[in-house]
Every structure is written in structure tokens, then in C-alpha cells.
């Protein structure tokens, strides 16, 4: 298998490095030349643009930032669709809309290549250990066939249905990793007005049984949201959104005994906003995001 690889990022760098060192056939291609220069001790070969690195790989993967990104070089004049060959394979490493996966899988069909949405999770120091999570959507022979590729940076990687389904997997991770730093940061809050010491409260938490991955990094940050709103808030409130709208579109709530994707059942038949999503909004609030 020949692969190529597109954003060498914090994440996409070491999943490169990774994939090389398994000993895959790799090319890369960024849009700056610094960005190739730790690459250029490995056996991985460069190319001037997507649509040449394309023709020369079975399988593209792209760890880009954003749709945007996904569809120009995809898409684009001098994109992936530009140079590769029937039976190739695209691979969104990025987390994105479920429909921008699906629409290039439209458009790839076409040419009679295949796309998976691959988004992962557990960022640069679980790329470089080989532990990232990797949430795959798409046709089920497709993914069998890139799954030793996957597992060269990935443990677990799981499948979980059809083309973007492993977009809406990652968004409701982080939806509910953003709800949880809210709730961490409200309840340390909360002892601190009680009178405890904040600084031991963030010593026993993360040792008793509402420990988190989101409590430990909140008081990794002292206490507030406000390190983690500098650092990633751009990032949780763009994927809040994506899935707040993937739900608003979704909704199901005219269809009998089918919960809401945007309310749930409360006593008395009530109707009541989703909680988690409640609290995803109100930590991007407390971030002022």
C-alpha cells in the first residue's frame, strides 16, 4: 500500500512519522517547505502539489483543520480527485461536518474512489505512542483494507457505520469533553465557596469516582476554564456547533415514541433541552465563547 499524507500538524506529524516507520511507501505534501524539513532523514518522498502526491498513492489521508480545508484539497483544481486513480481511497483524519464526508464521497464515486471519515482523538502524544483513537465511517470492505494502516497510530480503531458516522461519534466526544470541563471548573468553584481548599479539592476529585479526563485538566489549568478556553476553546466551540446543528437537522421529535435529538423527556411529560448539550453551552459561555 502506497500512502499519502496531507497535514503535518501537532497530530499529523507524528501519525506520519509513525506510518513511515511501519515501513508504508509515503509521500507527503504540505503547503510550506519548513513544514517537510523533520521528514527529510526519513524515507518519505515529497511532491509539489495534492493532485501529484494523489497519482502516486492507494491511499490519501488528510489531517487538515477544517472543511474548508478538506474540500479545497480534495476538490480543488489541483486536488487529491485531480490525481488519483480508480480504487484509491481518501481518508478525513480531520473533524469536520458529516455532510462535507459525504458529499466528497459523492463526488469521489464518481471516479470510482472511495472515502472514509476517520476523525481521531488523544492529539500529538497518543499519535507519537501509536494510542490515538480512531472513530471510522464508511463502507466496511474500505475500512478492513485500511485498517493496518490505522493501527500503525491507532488503538483502539473502531468502525461504526456508514460514511459520517465517525464524524458524529468524535462531535459528540468532544460535545460531551466540553459539557464535562464545564461542570469541573463549576464544582470546584462550588467547593472553593463552601469553604473547602481548592487546591486539595483538586488533589481528591480527580482520585474519587467523579475523576474525569476533563477534571484532571482543569485543574491541570488551576481551577478555570481560562487556559483551556486560550488553548482549545476555538476548537470545542466549532465542534459544539457542528453538532448542535447535525442535531437540530436530524431532530426526530415528530415521529412517535422517537426521543428528540434536541430535548429529552422530563417528569410530567415535560420537554427539556438535551442536558449534556446544555452544559456543552454553558462551558463555552464560561469561556466566553
Given at each position: 500500500?502506497?500512502?499519502?499524507?496531507?497535514?503535518?500538524?501537532?497530530q499529523?506529524?507524528?501519525?506520519?512519522r509513525?506510518?513511515?516507520?511501519a515501513?508504508?511507501?509515503?509521500t507527503?505534501?504540505?503547503?510550506?517547505s519548513?513544514?517537510?524539513?523533520p521528514f527529510?532523514?526519513?524515507?518519505a518522498?515529497t511532491?509539489?502539489?495534492?493532485?501529484?502526491l494523489?497519482?502516486?498513492?492507494?491511499v490519501?489521508?488528510?489531517?487538515?483543520?477544517d472543511d474548508?480545508?478538506?474540500?479545497?484539497?480534495?476538490?480543488?483544481?489541483?486536488?487529491?480527485?485531480?490525481?488519483?486513480?480508480?480504487?484509491?481511497v481518501i481518508v478525513?483524519?480531520?473533524?469536520v461536518?458529516?455532510?462535507?464526508?459525504?458529499?466528497?464521497?459523492?463526488?469521489?464515486?464518481?471516479?470510482?474512489v472511495s472515502?472514509l471519515?476517520?476523525?481521531?482523538?488523544?492529539?500529538?502524544?497518543?499519535?507519537?505512542?501509536?494510542?490515538l483513537?480512531?472513530m471510522?465511517?464508511?463502507?466496511?470492505?474500505?475500512f478492513?483494507f485500511?485498517r493496518?494502516?490505522?493501527?500503525?497510530y491507532?488503538?483502539?480503531?473502531?468502525h461504526?457505520?456508514?460514511i459520517g458516522?465517525g464524524q458524529?461519534a468524535?462531535?459528540?466526544?468532544?460535545?460531551?469533553?466540553t459539557?464535562q470541563?464545564g461542570?469541573?471548573?463549576?464544582a470546584?468553584?462550588?467547593g472553593?465557596?463552601?469553604g473547602?481548599?481548592?487546591?486539595?479539592?483538586g488533589?481528591i476529585l480527580p482520585?474519587?469516582?467523579?475523576?474525569?479526563?476533563?477534571?484532571e485538566?482543569?485543574v491541570?489549568?488551576?481551577?478555570t476554564?481560562?487556559?483551556?478556553?486560550a488553548?482549545?476553546g476555538?476548537?470545542?466551540?466549532k465542534d459544539?456547533?457542528?453538532?448542535?446543528d447535525?442535531?437540530?437537522?436530524?431532530?426526530t421529535?415528530?415521529i412517535?415514541d422517537?426521543?428528540?435529538?434536541t430535548?429529552?423527556?422530563?417528569?410530567?411529560g415535560?420537554?427539556?433541552p438535551?442536558p449534556?448539550?446544555e452544559?456543552?453551552?454553558s462551558?463555552l459561555?464560561?469561556?466566553g465563547?
Amino acid at each position: 500500500m502506497r500512502v499519502g499524507f496531507i497535514g503535518l500538524g501537532s497530530q499529523g506529524a507524528p501519525m506520519a512519522r509513525r506510518i513511515v516507520r511501519a515501513g508504508y511507501e509515503t509521500t507527503l505534501w504540505a503547503r510550506r517547505s519548513a513544514t517537510l524539513a523533520p521528514f527529510a532523514d526519513t524515507a518519505a518522498k515529497t511532491t509539489g502539489s495534492p493532485a501529484e502526491l494523489a497519482a502516486a498513492c492507494d491511499v490519501v489521508c488528510l489531517c487538515v483543520v477544517d472543511d474548508a480545508d478538506v474540500e479545497q484539497l480534495t476538490t480543488g483544481p489541483d486536488g487529491v480527485l485531480a490525481g488519483m486513480r480508480a480504487g484509491g481511497v481518501i481518508v478525513v483524519h480531520s473533524t469536520v461536518h458529516p455532510e462535507t464526508c459525504r458529499r466528497l464521497e459523492d463526488r469521489a464515486r464518481i471516479q470510482r474512489v472511495s472515502v472514509l471519515d476517520a476523525p481521531v482523538s488523544g492529539g500529538g502524544r497518543a499519535a507519537e505512542q501509536g494510542t490515538l483513537l480512531v472513530m471510522a465511517g464508511g463502507d466496511p470492505q474500505v475500512f478492513a483494507f485500511c485498517r493496518p494502516l490505522f493501527a500503525t497510530y491507532g488503538d483502539p480503531v473502531v468502525h461504526l457505520g456508514p460514511i459520517g458516522s465517525g464524524q458524529v461519534a468524535k462531535l459528540l466526544n468532544n460535545v460531551l469533553f466540553t459539557a464535562q470541563l464545564g461542570l469541573a471548573a463549576d464544582a470546584l468553584e462550588l467547593g472553593g465557596q463552601l469553604g473547602l481548599d481548592t487546591e486539595g479539592l483538586g488533589r481528591i476529585l480527580p482520585r474519587g469516582s467523579a475523576a474525569s479526563f476533563a477534571l484532571e485538566r482543569v485543574v491541570d489549568a488551576g481551577g478555570t476554564l481560562a487556559r483551556i478556553a486560550a488553548h482549545a476553546g476555538g476548537l470545542l466551540a466549532k465542534d459544539v456547533r457542528l453538532f448542535a446543528d447535525i442535531a437540530d437537522n436530524a431532530d426526530t421529535s415528530d415521529i412517535a415514541d422517537t426521543p428528540s435529538l434536541t430535548e429529552s423527556a422530563a417528569p410530567h411529560g415535560e420537554r427539556r433541552p438535551r442536558p449534556v448539550r446544555e452544559a456543552a453551552r454553558s462551558a463555552l459561555d464560561a469561556m466566553g465563547l
